[in-house]
Structures are given as structure tokens and as C-alpha cells.
């Protein structure tokens, strides 16, 4: 898949996180997520966009979540998916931690790009290169 492609289907995506679902969006809706605290979700799941068998991702997952743990992070369910559901990906919502920080996690476990946020904004921040993406979150109907 090209980046362009990526960056569409991640663009695309809702995200679930911290009790809300959202998505990415070009123009502000003055919704301010988490109070404005810094946050990134992040998952294990399908490193690379390679689908793996459920008890690989399953332990995976539980290895992100020790490590965020051992980090000290606050932490919370996060999902990605897509809008039909079809590709899901369950990791975190981890409240507190810096941008560079939260890359580092995602490239530990082959992510291509993170969500991050602060406030009114929110990021598509690619593992490799650590290119951002800036947008702002709009709130979908789970």
C-alpha cells in the first residue's frame, strides 16, 4: 500500500478511545478531548498493516501493555477500526505521554503511524520518518 493509501485509511478510521469515538477531520468542531491532556492511541496489533492470527495479536497486546505500564502511563482501552468494522485493532488510549515517546512505542511494535493529541488537535504520526498529519477530531456515534 503507497502512503497516500495509508494515510487515507488511517484518515478514515474511527477511533475509540477513553469512553469516546472519533474521527480525523479537516475543520475544527471545538471538541476538546480529554480536557486537553496529551494522549495517543496505540496498538500492537497487525504490525506493518499484516494481518496476524488472533493469539499473536492477543500477545502482543498484553506485551504493549506491560511495557506502557513499567512507562508509568495512565491508561485506557483503545480501538482503531474501520467504518464498516471489518479491520479492528485493539491497543490503548495513553494519557501523559509525549509525542517522541509515543513513536517510540509504535515503532517498538512495527506500528506505521500512531494518533496523537493535545486539546483541540489531533495527529496522524508516522512511525518511520515522523512525519505529522495534523487534524481535528470529530465525534462519530459509536
Avoid at 469515538?21 to 471545538?30: H, Q, W
Avoid at 499484516?50 to 497486546?61: D, K, Y
Avoid at 490503548?92 to 513513536?103: D, R, S
Wanted: include cysteine; proline fraction near 6%; hydrophobic fraction near 35%.
Amino acid at each position: 500500500m503507497s502512503p497516500q493509501e495509508l494515510s487515507r485509511v488511517y484518515r478514515s478510521a474511527v477511533y475509540e478511545a477513553g469512553g469516546m469515538a472519533f474521527t480525523l477531520g479537516e475543520a475544527p468542531a471545538g471538541l476538546v478531548l480529554f480536557g486537553g491532556r496529551p494522549f495517543a492511541v496505540v496498538t500492537a496489533h497487525n504490525p506493518g498493516s499484516q494481518p496476524l492470527p488472533a493469539e499473536e495479536n492477543a500477545r502482543r497486546h498484553r506485551e504493549l501493555e506491560q511495557v506502557l505500564r513499567e512507562g508509568g502511563y495512565e491508561l485506557a482501552p483503545g480501538v482503531g477500526r474501520s467504518p464498516d468494522g471489518k479491520w479492528r485493532e485493539e491497543g490503548f488510549t495513553v494519557f501523559g505521554i509525549g509525542l517522541e515517546e509515543a513513536l517510540a512505542v509504535g515503532r517498538r511494535f512495527g506500528q506505521n503511524a500512531i494518533v496523537y493529541g493535545e486539546g483541540e488537535r489531533v495527529a496522524l504520526a508516522w512511525c518511520r520518518g515522523g512525519g505529522l498529519e495534523r487534524f481535528y477530531p470529530q465525534e462519530v456515534g459509536r
